[in-house]
T-cell receptor
Framework: GQQLNQSPQSMFIQEGEDVSMNCTSS?????WLWYKQDPGEGPVLLIA?????ELTSNGRLTAQFGITRKDSFLNISASIPSDVGIYFC??????????FGDGTTLTVKP | DAGVTQSPTHLIKTRGQHVTLRCSPI?????VSWYQQVLGQGPQFIFQ???????GRGNFPDRFSARQFPNYSSELNVNALLLGDSALYLC??????????????FGNGTRLTVT
């Protein structure tokens, strides 16, 4: 089946630093999605990417859909304490079925 | 506007029992998907339903079943519960089955503990 490799598994950074995380796959996807999950809650959509090569921003977040359609990265600039959480990438072929990575746990030290 | 709502929020069951989890999608969304999230891992796809029909199934045993109702709400049923079924069960809705710009929106899940 399709597998996503998400890295790094965890990050410990100082407030104000930039963060970068990425996802790679052996399979091609039509859409890449990035979600954030806080404890006790479901994943919340941060950014959706629909075209190979697409670069999209949402505030301090920037994500790119890789040219090969097999990878994506997410950058967070000038991190703040509320950025703490687990970030998931997901690749999608149909609207309802997404394949998720195992997440990057982000800790921000004030 | 209400998001995806799931009930119950927490549930404790004994091995061998049966469980039913419920989900109401965002108003106007016709597709509902179910995911299982084991602690420390990403969500794993179980089912997708669209217009009351199953449109996709993940690698889960036949003990797992689901259905979608005319109002687009959905139920996930799990029979003969095993300890390994303990997980957060997430429901997600999207506008359509195949629309490329129709991302999943998740509920807060049902935390199932099997003892």
């Amino acid at each position: 089946g399709q597998q996503l490799n998400q890295s790094p598994q965890s990050m410990f950074i100082q407030e104000g630093e930039d963060v970068s995380m990425n996802c790679t796959s052996s399979s091609i996807f039509n859409t890449w999605l990035w979600y954030k999950q806080d404890p006790g809650e479901g994943p919340v959509l941060l950014i959706a990417l629909y075209k190979a090569g697409e670069l999209t921003s949402n505030g301090r977040l920037t994500a790119q859909f890789g040219i090969t359609r097999k990878d994506s990265f997410l950058n967070i600039s000038a991190s703040i304490p509320s950025d703490v959480g687990i970030y998931f990438c997901a690749g999608r072929l149909t609207a309802g079925k997404s394949t998720f990575g195992d997440g990057t746990t982000l800790t921000v030290k004030p | 506007d209400a998001g995806v709502t799931q009930s119950p929020t927490h549930l404790i069951k004994t091995r061998g029992q049966h469980v039913t989890l419920r989900c109401s999608p965002i108003s106007g969304h016709k597709s509902v998907s179910w995911y299982q999230q084991v602690l420390g891992q990403g969500p794993q796809f179980i089912f997708q339903y669209y217009e009351k029909e199953e449109r996709g199934r993940g690698n889960f045993p036949d003990r797992f079943s689901a259905r979608q109702f005319p109002n687009y709400s959905s139920e996930l049923n799990v029979n003969a519960l095993l300890l390994g079924d303990s997980a957060l069960y997430l429901c997600a809705s999207s506008l359509a089955y195949s629309s490329y710009n129709s991302p999943l929106h998740f509920g807060n899940g049902t935390r199932l503990t099997v003892t």
